[in-house]
């Protein structure tokens, strides 16, 4: 569905270089920390910055070549773009149509319905939660094949948060064959949410990795220096020092409970995982 391979970017001291791969019927999730090229990521898919080198492909072709059908089977929300605030849901549901070969009227409806949007009210006077639904509603009512969200519950309270994943996965449902690109700080929505996860610090990629695997294999180790001298390391990806010792990540959770079953072992988690990789000493 989507294909990037060797993407290049550069701002100053800052060097975009990336590959990453979403299948079709797959969500992937995007993690980082401000500043590690996430946006930069979703910009240079969508065109909207110049590349130095690499590639985009979706749907098997390059974005390069792209005609404006071809857009259509994107569905995008930004972390910064919104929609004229003094329209309603009915201007926009206009607007999408007269934009969109594909809008689907009825959908539109049903969901406005469902999530409790009001075809009336102005979006000036939406919540918050609101109009991060309403950003949701643009994206998949044109039947898009692949949406790319980048940061899409920021700054949404749990209830909203959950009711925005539900029309995600509402509308991968729809379509086995439909994909997404999502970027969150908020962990717990991609574990929920994702297939599989990338993580990018300072513009590469530093992991990719199978949700499942993620948070089943994956643990974290809490260890006296002296048990840290004495166990096993070739399991271990980092470690952090703590007044007691150190914390370590390990993608080999299971050797560690057969073999050290004395030691403290902790589930991993997304930002467990990202802590070490990003603070942690590599071992």
Known sequence: MLKIKDLRKSYGNFELNLSLEVPAGCITGLVGSNGAGKSTTFKAILGLITTEKGSVEV????ICTWEA???EKLGVVLANAGFNTYLTLRDMEGVLSRMY??????????Y?????????KKLKEFSTGMLAKTKILAAITHKADLLLLDEPTTGL????????LDMLRSYMEEN???SILISSHISTDLEGLCDDLYMIEKGHIVLHEEMDILLGQYGILKVTKSQFDAMEKQYLLGKIEENYGYRCLTKEKQFYLENYPE????KG???EVITMLVKGEKI
Not at 59 to 62: E, I, L, N, R, S
Not at 112 to 120: A, I, K, Q, V, W
Request: with cysteine.
């Open 176 to 178: 086995e064959e439909r």
């Open 157 to 164: 309270d749990v209830l909203a948060r959950e009711e925005l």
């Open 263 to 266: 030691l403290t072992l902790e």
């Open 269 to 271: 988690s997304v930002d």
């Open 112 to 120: 406005c319905s469902r999530y409790h949007l009001p075809l009336d």
């Open 101 to 110: 070969t594909r809008f689907d009227r009825e959908m539109f409806r049903e």
């Open 59 to 62: 749907c098997g072709k390059d």
């Open 69 to 71: 059908k071809d857009r």
